[in-house]
Nanobody, 117 residues
Framework: QVQLVESGGGLVQAGGSLRLSCAAS????????MGWYRQAPGKQRELVAT???????TYADSVKGRFTISRDNDKNTVYLQMNTLKPKDTGVYYC???????????WGQGTQVTVSS
């Protein structure tokens, strides 16, 4: 099991930047997959970015070139650097972890990101 705690959300103007952090309660070296989803009001949860233990990353088309996901195994933390933010990036951002591809998914409690125009 693992507990995940997100931080770093807030209110920012369009064009600004934020860095989200997801701190795990245990070593993430054995967690194969970690990443971020987001959910805008009235919409379904959307996959934003994923990072695998070997360092491979994937992104939603809507954030490619603007967001960067990274992981620090020594700090048991995953980050999401968000640049050139747009109002459509507004939502609650959730960190997740899968020990393996088909294993149980663990979620954080979410952190609110609001981008004003």
């Amino acid at each position: 099991q693992v507990q995940l705690v997100e931080s770093g959300g807030g209110l920012v103007q369009a064009g600004g930047s934020l860095r989200l952090s997801c701190a795990a309660s245990r070593s993430i070296r054995s967690i194969n997959i970690m990443g971020w989803y987001r959910q805008a009001p009235g919409k379904q949860r959307e996959l934003v970015a994923t990072i695998f233990n070997g360092g491979t990353t994937t992104y939603a088309d809507s954030v490619k070139g603007r967001f960067t996901i990274s992981r620090d195994n020594d700090k048991n933390t995953v980050y999401l650097q968000m640049n050139t933010l747009k109002p459509k990036d507004t939502g609650v951002y959730y960190c997740y972890a899968n020990f393996e591809i088909l294993s149980r998914r663990y979620w954080g409690q979410g952190t609110q990101v609001t981008v004003s125009s």
